[in-house]
């Protein structure tokens, strides 16, 4: 079964405002990764956080991740028309060593 | 480092035809993965390799699909006969360790007619 489902599956939001996604799973997990993809080109990693981390910033982004809710939020702040792009999240079973399985993404609108 | 390279880019073939991609992962990366892109059913894993070895394949949707990790430093996804339904775009990626930073190529965009 689908592991991360992100939340919503499509945002518009104006240049400067921050944009929020969530995304849900559902068994006990060793990370989640959070990944960009722009149209026609391949996924870029944006940031991983671990089982046992509440929160994660890199750059404009903030991430937080609520284990006892199964759920992880993504914070755009100060958002840019280069923003646009599908935003996915991927979440790691507990043992680790195992493949990523992705949601199936929320697309943003960034409008200048 | 290059980062993962995917050949070719696009790929149009007549339904029936034999479909190879290719993938070189970024080197030292010890795990690789292959997935399929639709807007139907969003990003899936077909199968991934450790060390050259194919760990899971329960991906690859139907025995038409094969792939295959003869070294380190090359992968193939074979498709035959390939199908209309085959449309697609193929992600290959590779990571240090399966569980970690997965590195994206920039797909192959295939089209069966």
């Known amino acids: 079964s689908q592991q991360g489902e992100e939340d919503p599956q499509a945002l518009s939001i104006q240049e400067g405002e921050n944009a929020t996604m969530n995304c849900s799973y559902k068994?006990?997990?060793?990370?989640l990764q959070w990944y960009r993809q722009n149209s026609g080109r391949g996924l870029v990693h944006l940031i991983l956080i671990r089982s046992n981390e509440r929160e994660k910033h890199s750059g404009r982004l903030r991430v937080t991740l609520d284990t006892s809710k199964k759920s992880s939020s993504l914070l755009i702040t100060a958002s840019r028309a280069a923003d646009t792009a599908s935003y996915f999240c991927a979440t790691v079973r507990n043992s680790g060593n195992t493949p990523l399985v992705f949601g199936k993404g929320t697309r943003l609108s960034v409008i200048a | 480092d290059a980062g993962v390279i995917q050949s070719p880019r696009h790929e149009v073939t007549e339904m029936g035809q034999e479909v190879t991609l290719r993938c070189k992962p970024i080197s030292g990366h010890n795990s690789l993965f292959w997935y399929r892109q639709t807007m139907m059913r969003g990003l899936e894993l077909l199968i991934y390799?450790?060390?050259?070895?194919?760990?899971?394949d329960s991906g690859m949707p139907e025995d038409r699909f094969s792939a295959k990790m003869p070294n380190a430093s090359f992968s193939t996804l074979k498709i035959q006969p390939s199908e209309p339904r085959d449309s697609a775009v193929y992600f290959c990626?590779?990571?240090?360790?399966?569980?970690?930073?997965?590195?994206f190529g920039p797909g192959t965009r295939l089209l069966v007619l």
């Open positions: 390799f450790n060390n050259n070895v194919p760990i899971d």
């Open positions: 990626a590779s990571t240090l360790k399966a569980g970690e930073t997965q590195y």
């Open positions: 068994t006990s997990i060793n990370n």
